[in-house]
C-alpha cells in the first residue's frame, strides 16, 4: 500500500514552470487563458489560479495593472506561468496578440475590481488591463469576470448599473460575501467554472447522493442530553460541494452550528435513532454514494427519566449502552453503493490513524474511509485540519487546510474513486 501525497506524473516543458502541465488533466489542453489581474489584496490568488488552469493543460498569460504591480512583482506571474507578464503595451500590440479574434480562448479578471468593471461597461481602455478587455469584448473573446470588493461597493448603485449592463454580454462568478466583502471566489471554484464551460460536466452530475452529518443529542431527561462537539461544518462543506457538481443530495442533519446548503433536501434529527431511522428510509431509494460524515453517538442513555432530574443530589449515576451502528448496515441494504465513512481519534501517530481506519473499512464494509485527528493539535486551530484517505489500494493525506478546502479534497477522491 502506497501513500500519495502528490502527482508524480508530468510533462517536460522548455520553461521549469511548465513541468505541472497537465499534471492533474488535459481538459484544457491547447486552451488559451488570457489572465488578467487587477489591483486588489486578491490578487495574490491568481498566481494558484494560473498554476490550476496550467495543471489542466492550459497556456495561461497574465496581465498585470500597475496597481497589482505595486503588490506582487511581475517576476512571480512569470515564474508561475512561463510566459511574458503584460504590464505596459508597447510596439508589439500586446493586446491585438493576446484578445484579438480567434488569438485566445477565454479572458478572466481575478480578481476583479469595480474600477475595472467600470471602465468595461464604459468603454474606457487607459490600462493594459483594460485595452485588452476592451478588445477582447469587441472580438467576442469570452469573459469571465471574478468581482472582488468591499461589500458597500458591491452594491453602489452605479456598479449594479455596470454589472447588470454586462451580464448578458460576459460572465461573472459570485463573489464570497465574507466579513462585509466581497471577496474574489477561490481559484479551485474558479476552475471547476472553466472546466463546466469547455464542456467537461461534473462525473457527479445527477448522482443520488445520501449524507449525514453533525451532531446527535441523547436525552438523559426532557431537557438535559448527551452530545459532542461536532459543528457539522464539514458535513456541510461537503454537501455544498456536491451540489456545485450537479449532485441531487440528501442531508440527513442533526443538531450543527452550520447552516444547511441550499438545493438539498434537508432531513433534520436530534438523536443517533432518528438519523439511523431517517437513514433506513431513505434508503428504500436508490442512491449512488452514502456519505456518512455525522458525528453519532456511541453510547445513549438506558433509561432516560420523562421528568427533568432534580439537581439536589450530590451524585448522579447514568446508565448508558451502545448505540447500533448505522453505517454497518447501509452496505446490507444497499449492496453496490459508493459507501464513504468518517473516522475521527485523538492524539494518534499517522500510523496509528491510518491502522484505525483501515480497522473501520473492513468492519463496515465501506469503500472509503476519510481519518481525522481531532486531538491537541486540531484544537489549537478547529478551522483547519488533516484527513486521512483510506481505500483498499492506497492511502492518500492531504495538508492541513480550512474545512471547506478538506471537503473539496474528499469530492475530488471520491471522484476518482468513480471513474
Known sequence: ???????????????????????????????????????????????????????HGADVSCVASSAVTKLIQPDYFKWATGNKVITKL?????????????????????????NTLGKLANGIDDTPVSTVLTVAFGSKIPILMCLAMHESMYENSAVIKNMNFLKKKIEFINPQMIEGKAKAPEPENVLDYVLKKFGFSSILKNKKVLMTAGPTAEHIDPIRVITNQSTGKTGVSLATEFISSGAKVTLIYGPGNEIPPKGAKIINVSSSSEMFNAVKNELKKKFDIVIMAAAVSDYVPINPSKNKIKSSKNVLKISLKKAPKIIDQVKKI?????????????????????????????ETKSDMI??????????????????????????????????????????KQIELKLK
Open 1 to 55: 500500500m502506497s501513500i500519495l501525497t502528490s502527482k508524480k506524473y508530468q510533462i517536460k516543458k522548455d520553461h521549469p514552470s511548465l513541468d505541472i502541465v497537465s499534471s492533474n488533466g488535459v481538459e484544457l489542453s491547447e486552451k488559451k487563458i488570457v489572465l488578467c489581474v487587477a489591483g486588489s489584496v486578491a490578487a495574490y490568488k491568481a498566481i494558484e489560479l494560473a498554476r490550476l488552469l496550467m495543471r
Open 90 to 114: 508597447t510596439g508589439e500590440l500586446e493586446h491585438i496578440r493576446l484578445a484579438d479574434y480567434n488569438q485566445s480562448d477565454l479572458v478572466i479578471v481575478y480578481p476583479a475590481t469595480a
Open 334 to 362: 444497499q449492496k453496490n453503493v459508493l459507501l464513504v465513512g468518517f473516522k475521527a481519534e485523538t492524539n494518534l501517530t499517522k500510523n496509528q490513524l491510518i491502522k484505525s481506519a483501515q480497522s473501520k473499512l473492513k
Open 370 to 411: 476519510v481519518a481525522n485527528d481531532i486531538g491537541s493539535k486540531y484544537k489549537k486551530n478547529p478551522k483547519n485540519n488533516q484527513v486521512i484517505i483510506i481505500d483498499s489500494k492506497k492511502v492518500i493525506i492531504s495538508p492541513r487546510i480550512s474545512k471547506e478546502r478538506i471537503a473539496r479534497f474528499i469530492r
